[in-house]
Nanobody, 122 residues
Framework: QVRLVESGGGLVEAGGSLRLSCAAS????????MGWYRQAPGEQRELVAT???????NYAGSVKGRFTISRDNAKNTIYLQMNSLKPEDTAVYYC????????????????WGQGTLVTVSS
């Protein structure tokens, strides 16, 4: 009924920038916190950044000062501006959101996107 679609991944040199987007679509009633997570090869999935519906943000220490998460509630979309990228930022980046649907307006489901690959070359 609802889905998240990420875009914007790709290959970039160290020190470069990328901007990821994640759009929610479907029978959406409400979305609370949205965020970005990443998973590098052989590693566990980890938090990158989150943003509440009110705009409060939270960042992993490893990206603070380099990445910026933002949100357009009218478009049900979040963004991740990634600057000063490092090879260790290489991972599949996943979008996550708590979404209440039109058929279950007070029950938030955790929804994940399919992921977008970010590769940073040294």
């Amino acid at each position: 009924q609802v889905r998240l679609v990420e875009s914007g991944g790709g290959l970039v040199e160290a020190g470069g920038s990328l901007r990821l987007s994640c759009a929610a679509s479907g029978s959406i009633f409400s979305i609370n916190t949205m965020g970005w997570y990443r998973q590098a090869p052989g590693e566990q999935r980890e938090l990158v950044a989150t943003i509440t519906s009110g705009g409060n943000t939270n960042y992993a220490g490893s990206v603070k000062g380099r990445f910026t998460i933002s949100r357009d509630n009218a478009k049900n979309t979040i963004y991740l501006q990634m600057n000063s990228l490092k090879p260790e930022d290489t991972a599949v980046y996943y979008c996550n959101a708590g979404i209440a649907t039109l058929s279950a307006r007070y029950r938030y489901l955790e929804v994940w996107g399919q992921g977008t690959l970010v590769t940073v070359s040294s």
